[in-house]
């Protein structure tokens, strides 16, 4: 079920893709087929990511009053979560929003893999180079890090590094990723942003050793799907975030002259001292006569 609906249509993509760099005349061109199908995925799914990416960012805005509203109902959960979805329906947010461009992408990696696989134990990969990198089809997932580990490296330190290049160039793209996307809630002093930090860096690490055992093509296709994820998240947090910052609708209020405190003129309304002395002392005199 899997291979039909992930891998052959994959596996035809980096085909077609390939075949029209070669009459091109472009060099390196299952590598170049591999960001081309990266790219046409993302375009195919962008709508649902932006949606996704605005949903979570809805949510991280929510997040002080779904605090207070934690606090408030501690010990009634059954209000606690009324309320919560109260607010989420007044917002205009699904929680589980951000989760869905993640459960489709899971299943197009591994269907990435098995293609790369397929097109490697078809010979058709193998010995594909890409500009600093050797051969596409390597490591196998059979050697696990025999290549690598233990030190020296097997197949060399100069080719040891070539290969190490992408699997670095990942975790540092997928920590960016995280990073944009939590920008509104990384407060210090938040347990969950903690967690979420910590659970950010043991992901992290086990990419990086995933990546250091499959073929470089996968790791390509990684990559590159990481890095338009970046620019799309950039461009969420510019232009969609300055959007939530001034919601449509909301007025500049300022405040009138009329609804400014009026000061009294207290000479007009309070006597002055020269004032009452001057009366005083009229009705002194018209008293003696």
């Keep these: 079920m899997l291979h039909t609906i992930f891998v052959e ?7 077609t893709f390939n075949r029209f760099f070669v009459a091109l005349g472009v060099p390196y061109t299952y590598g170049f087929a ?24 809805k949510m991280q805005e929510l997040q002080p009053q779904l605090d207070a509203l934690k606090k408030k109902y501690k010990n009634d959960q059954q209000k ?21 461009p993640m459960l489709i992408q899971m299943p197009i990696l591994f ?7 397929e097109l490697a134990q078809s010979g058709k990969l193998v010995h594909q180079s890409f500009f600093w990198i050797p051969d596409l089809a390597f490591p196998d997932i059979s050697q696990g890090l025999s290549w690598l580990w233990p030190l020296p490296p ?15 160039l990942l975790v540092v793209t997928q920590i960016l990723t995280q990073k944009l996307s939590t920008a509104q809630s990384s407060a210090s002093d938040n347990p969950q942003a903690k967690a979420m930090n910590q659970m950010m860096w ?16 996968l790791t390509l296709y990684w990559v590159t799907s990481n890095i338009l994820g970046v620019l799309q998240q950039l461009y969420v947090n510019r232009f969609m975030g300055l959007a939530a910052a001034t919601p449509t609708g909301s007025q500049d209020i300022r405040p009138t002259p009329s609804s400014l405190p009026q000061e009294t003129d207290q000479s007009a309304s ?5 004032t009452a002395a001057k009366s005083g002392g009229k009705r002194r005199r018209k008293k003696k006569r």
């Design 9 to 15: 249509p994959l596996v035809f993509l980096l085909e």
């Design 270 to 274: 309070t006597p002055s001292k020269g």
């Design 111 to 117: 269907g990435f893999y098995y293609a790369v696989r």
């Design 202 to 217: 043991l992901m992290s690490l086990m990419f990086f050793y995933i990546t250091l055992t499959v073929p470089s093509a």
């Design 34 to 57: 591999i960001i081309a199908v990266t790219l046409f995925l993302r375009l195919l799914m962008l709508p649902l990511t932006l949606k996704s990416m605005s949903s979570m960012r």
């Design 154 to 168: 097997s197949v060399g330190w100069e080719t040891a590094i070539r290969y190490l290049i992408l699997p670095i």
């Design 80 to 100: 606690l979560l009324q309320a919560q979805q109260e607010l989420y329906r007044e917002a205009g947010v699904n929680p589980l929003g951000g989760c869905l």
